[in-house]
């Protein structure tokens, strides 16, 4: 199995005596000597207006975000670069597929029952101003897809089906969904198909492509990228019918008092004075895990949540959410902690041995709330710079909190 141990001198945070056992990847990723550079660069040599100014810093930046598009482009195999939008994040880009597209009172949405408030929030937000409808895909028991649920809710809404927003891993479990065989599925019943990648784009190869889906949404700053930075990709033909619901400079071509002449994607949906510096650094971001097997990160992951999870699995009281395999939940090893203090055992992790976990019900408060469970779980989650100490120090730290709180 591929080792990625000699990454960890491009980290940073990672360099040095008292470097951390960072698992909290699920939220936001370390980052890169190469994207910081790139950040740093931006202010230092170029700080200019890209897309608008002709001078040479902004022809510079112009240049270095088309590039930056286009890497992205190429790692998800996306038609063309005109696809790709940036945006802040994955909820933003969400938000513009639900904003941004039209609807019919009675449009049928369905979502899964383990989504993060991103891919649920604005659907029900929606069912109360617009009056669509919201109906939730429950999942097996142990927390995997369900396709004859999902199947019987297609066949259930019929021709009012308007699209199915699902997560391809949850941020909850690290469980994957057969996001192929829903979009198959989906399109048969001519409905739409959208894709929170938030969690399987930074950790497995995720071609749009291949996939067949119509949406991609994605957070940069999970892929080694700066924070405020998200992508979202869609078929050109879906992005030039969309609604921008952030209009305004470099979002027309012309406008007068009475008329708007629209820009073509992506600028349509790229309004206001662009973060350059996150664009570009986002390009080094891709760049920099377009060299890497993104496969064998996966495998890592899976390698790395076996030591936590096996390391664990005894204890009284707490409670591994998902499948008991662990190639099955990816890199994520979330614990419900039941009468357990999940804040307090994670700021021991922290303080004692320098083991950087989440702990909270991580914006999934629907799967939680409905189980009853308001402290919600312990999440650690890992990246292609952990390593097997890593996760044995968690684990081995965990037991030891576990029993002092016991």
């Not at 049928?108 to 101003?129: A, F, K, M, Y």
């Not at 510096?277 to 790395?304: C, F, P, R, T």
Request: aromatic share 8%; proline share 4%.
């Amino acid at each position: 199995m591929m080792s990625f141990s000699h990454l960890r001198n491009d980290f940073p945070t990672l360099c040095g005596d008292n470097a951390p056992a960072y698992l909290d990847n699920a939220c936001v990723t370390l980052k890169p000597r190469q994207v910081i550079e790139a950040i740093s660069d931006y202010y230092g040599k170029y700080p200019g207006c890209g897309g608008r100014s002709v001078h040479r810093y902004g022809t510079k930046v112009s240049k270095l975000v088309h590039e930056s598009r286009n890497t992205i482009s190429k790692f998800i195999n996306s038609n063309s670069p005109n696809e790709v939008v940036f945006t802040s994040n994955a909820t933003n880009s969400l938000n513009q597929i639900a904003k941004g597209l039209s609807w019919n009172k009675g449009d049928i949405i369905l979502t899964g029952d383990r989504e993060h408030n991103s891919n649920l929030v604005p659907w029900l937000q929606l069912q109360e101003e617009q009056g669509v409808e919201h109906r939730v895909v429950r999942s097996n028991p142990d927390n995997t897809f369900s396709m004859e649920n999902f199947e019987q809710a297609c066949a259930d809404a019929g021709d009012r089906l308007k699209l199915v927003s699902i997560s391809h891993v949850g941020n909850l479990d690290g469980v994957a969904v057969p996001v192929k065989e829903i979009a198959k599925v989906t399109h048969d019943f001519d409905a739409l198909i959208s894709v929170d990648g938030a969690q399987s784009t930074p950790h497995m190869k995720v071609d749009v492509q291949d996939l067949d889906i119509d949406f991609l949404s994605f957070s940069l700053h999970k892929m080694c990228g700066p924070s405020g930075m998200g992508g979202l990709w869609a078929r050109y033909n879906l992005l030039e019918n969309m609604r921008s619901i952030r209009a305004g400079g470099q979002t027309v071509v012309t406008s007068t008092y009475d008329s708007v002449e629209w820009a073509k994607p992506p600028s349509k949906f790229e309004g206001g004075l662009g973060n350059f510096s996150g664009m570009i650094a986002s390009g080094a971001a891709i760049d920099y895990l377009s060299k890497i097997d993104m496969n064998a990160v996966h495998e890592h992951e899976i390698k790395l949540n076996r030591i936590m999870s096996d390391g664990i699995k005894h204890l009284d009281g707490i409670e591994i959410i998902g499948p008991e395999n662990p190639e099955q939940r990816g890199g994520i090893c979330s614990i419900l902690m039941n009468d357990l203090p999940s804040h307090d055992i994670a700021i021991v992790l922290d303080e004692a041995a320098g083991v950087m976990v989440r702990s909270g019900q991580h914006c999934v408060h629907s799967w939680f709330n409905e189980r009853g469970h308001p402290n919600g779980s312990l999440r650690a989650s890992a990246y292609l710079y952990n390593t097997e100490e890593d996760a044995k120090l968690f684990a081995d730290t965990f037991c030891e909190a576990v029993e002092a709180f016991s």
